[in-house]
């Protein structure tokens, strides 16, 4: 994990109290509504239907128990006892008022912790793999170039004001669990031929209106050369980005426009001025990056006996069998294991987490896990270092938590946005669409047959609940002032990125749940033996899905 | 006279500013002018006559190489932001100082925010003609929003890591 040194710190409380400042220039009139908007927002702070939402940042979704007691003190403080982990591995606390936002900084600031560039037309939180570090299959730990990434994208001077927001995510793994391919800059960690770590670089991903799987535009960047190449990626966005509407203002639309040659040449034509700037990185700087992410003391575990006393258990408990089977992921060190406690149980809005969770969360990080968790794109909690041996004791305490309903990659393991329930962009709720299909979904073993399925449901086309790249998406659109919901068919969000697309005519709420079951039933009659969900519709395409869902009832 | 942060102070400004529709060679008032780009480009061999009583002034989205071979002799460029959210004036403020070496005074006009002073002055203005609903020595402060940053710019080149290394 990354610690602040003094120059951090200065940073970070030198912007404290820059917001303290603005603020209240702003309730004594000096800052109007409209110049007000961009500054709090580049401070994470959304004014809601309900209340101002206030956006944490979590860099690359890492966090100590120190951090999580003081999210679960502001929680309970500032907020209504709870808080949600967001898409894009955030915290986000909706009930605070403005008043007391620069308060809540000022705690935030004591743990290495603040709301910089969560929103706004900026560059935002740098997201990775909620494995990273600990995953079998990485080519290098990516966290320490999402840390050089942070740092440099910090206020960074030139590029507060972009035409809109921009996205940054790294993947150091084939099995892209970042879905760098829908993002504005999508970093693949590589290893050329030499076995020198570099960047395949892809640009003009994204997810919201207009849809895009991002294109290439250079196969190997030497990762001494990640800055001075993003500032020139931004430099041709800031200066030809579209500011003339708002919709088309994404670099995806001006990576579209341009072609992604044409791009590709004028970035790297910017490029070539400034390669050799001091902005270009050291080895030593490097270096410096890495040694905040070493191993930690990782005890010597004899994987086979410990695999054998497991073996012990699942054979007595299905429960824990089924728990094991879903929520423990394969980790780098023999004899350990990463734990997804999933934010998903029925009833639950997907990704909410009270305060006292966030303190036992902090209590089982520090007795298991290194006193580290991490939060995941799909709005779950990862115990990145759990020794096997610990398992069995970790599910007795995670179940009466609320934290171990063993869905994980299942039907149930909604990506679902704050909808109509806290935004005011959303044209629908996405909550009780949610909450309805993962009631009506609550046979395990039925569950577990259908295999890994992503369900992902956004309340408005501005996508927070990535439903272009669910295996199914459901997106909230209004009609007259009625929600309906579209159904997509076919998207992906990992290594074949692909995007969904539309079954047909929206449903109302009351249908959807449904409509979904109809869609497994084409799935679970059409599928060859092993056969996923994606697999299956790619082999069968859209029609006999639509068939079935709109076949007249006669 | 309108009031200009320059250099740290508050000082009069003593140059007159030409909006684009207004400017033909003939009418331009006496004094020091800013003019815009096109009448610049236009009349270049007339205008420079009466340097170093001429400055240039140009939009953001405008291309700052077109001064390339001007900014040895320009003792005044201004970049006009035209809604403060239009960040193109940032990086043409870095491209005229650090690709084009002017050292001449770089001047904000237009409609940006007193909270952007510190980025605008990292990116190498030094001179910002506020909104005049702003009271500029309160504004001053602004300028020092940050005393430390990752990044290196025009006011310091090194990006921290560099002067971290330098220090351990």
């Known amino acids: 994990m990354y610690v602040y040194d003094e120059h951090d710190h200065k940073i970070l409380s030198e912007r404290v109290a820059q917001f303290r400042g603005q603020v209240d220039r702003y309730l004594e009139g000096e800052i109007s509504d409209e110049e007000f908007l961009p500054l709090r927002l580049q401070n994470g702070l959304y004014i809601q239907r309900l209340a101002p939402m206030l956006r944490i940042a979590v860099p690359y979704g890492m966090l100590t128990s120190v951090q999580l007691r003081k999210l679960a003190s502001i929680a309970r403080d500032y907020d209504k006892g709870y808080c949600h982990v967001s898409t894009r591995q955030n915290i986000q606390f909706n009930w605070p008022s403005l008043e007391d936002v620069p308060d809540i900084l000022a705690e935030l600031a004591t743990v290495q912790m603040h709301a910089i560039q969560t929103s706004g037309n900026c560059i935002r939180n740098t997201t990775t793999d909620q494995f990273a570090g600990i995953a079998p299959d990485e080519i290098v730990d990516p966290r320490p170039y999402c840390e050089i990434i942070r740092q440099w994208s910090t206020f960074h001077p030139e590029f507060a004001f972009l035409p809109r927001k921009f996205k940054i995510a790294v993947t150091a793994s084939l099995d892209d669990r970042a879905a760098v391919q829908v993002h504005d800059i999508g970093l693949q960690i590589v290893k050329n031929d030499a076995g020198t770590v570099g960047f395949r670089v ?127 992921q394969p980790h780098k060190v023999p004899g350990y294991a990463a734990v997804t406690l999933s934010l998903k149980p029925a009833g639950v809005s997907p990704g909410d987490i009270t305060d006292k969770q966030l303190e036992l969360l902090a209590d089982l990080a520090d007795q298991y896990s290194f006193g580290e968790v991490r939060t995941t794109h799909e709005q779950n909690i990862v115990l990145g270092d759990v020794a096997k041996s610990d398992l069995y004791d970790l599910w007795k305490v995670l179940k009466p938590a609320g934290f171990a309903t063993p869905n994980i990659g299942t039907l149930t393991d909604i990506i679902c946005c704050p909808g109509g329930d806290y935004c005011s962009l959303a044209n629908a709720k996405s909550i009780p669409v949610a909450e309805a299909i993962q009631r009506h979904f609550n046979d395990l073993d039925y569950l577990y047959d259908l295999g890994d399925l992503d369900l992902n449901i956004s309340g408005c086309m501005n996508a927070c609940g990535h439903h272009h790249v669910g295996h199914i998406g459901v997106l909230g659109v209004d009609k007259k ?37 109809k869609i497994v039933d084409v799935y679970v009659q059409s599928r060859n033996p092993d056969e996923q969900f994606i697999d299956t519709y790619r082999r069968i395409g859209i029609d006999p899905f639509k068939e079935r869902v709109y076949a007249k009832a006669d | 006279m309108r009031k200009l942060i ?73 970049v006009n932001f035209p809604v403060f959210t239009d960040g193109r004036g940032f990086s043409a403020g870095r491209l005229l100082r650090e690709r084009h070496g002017f050292s001449g005074e770089l001047r904000a006009v237009g409609n940006f925010l007193r909270d952007q002073l510190c980025y605008l002055r990292r990116c190498g203005f030094n001179a910002f003609s506020l909104n005049e609903k702003y009271d500029p020595q309160a504004a001053l402060a602004s300028l020092g929003d940050f005393s430390e940053y990752y990044q290196g710019a025009v006011d310091e080149p090194l990006p921290l890591f560099r002067r971290r290394a330098l220090t351990s």
């Open chain 1, 202 to 328: 892809l640009v003009g991903g994204g997810l919201g209106r207009t849809p895009v799987i991002g294109s290439v535009i250079r196969e190997f960047l030497p990762e001494e050369d990640l800055l001075t190449y993003l500032d020139a990626i931004l430099r041709i966005y800031n200066q030809f980005g579209r500011r003339d509407n708002k919709f088309k203002a994404r670099i995806k639309i001006l990576v579209r426009a341009m072609g992604p040659e044409v791009f590709a040449e004028k970035v790297e034509e910017e490029w070539q001025h400034i390669k050799n700037s001091p902005a270009r990185l050291t080895g030593e700087e490097i270096d410096r990056a890495k040694s905040f992410f070493t191993a930690p003391p990782y005890r010597q575990i004899d994987d086979a006996a410990v695999s054998a006393a497991l073996q012990k258990h699942t054979d007595e408990e299905l429960a824990f069998s089924r728990w094991l089977n879903r929520n423990v």
């Open chain 1, 481 to 517: 002032g009625e929600e309906f919901y579209q159904i997509q068919l076919g998207g992906n969000a990992g290594e074949h990125s692909s995007l969904g697309n539309v079954l047909g005519p929206s449903f109302g709420r009351d249908e959807v749940t449904d409509v979904v079951q």
């Open chain 2, 6 to 78: 320059k250099d740290g102070a508050v000082v009069t400004d003593d140059w007159q500013f030409v909006d684009a529709d207004h400017g033909t060679v003939d009418a331009l008032p006496v004094g020091k002018v800013i003019v815009p780009l096109a009448l610049w480009l236009e009349n270049k061999a007339e205008l420079s006559k009466h340097l170093p009583k001429v400055g240039v002034w140009l939009n953001g989205e405008e291309d700052t190489a077109q001064l390339h071979d001007d900014v040895a002799q320009l003792p005044l460029i201004a």
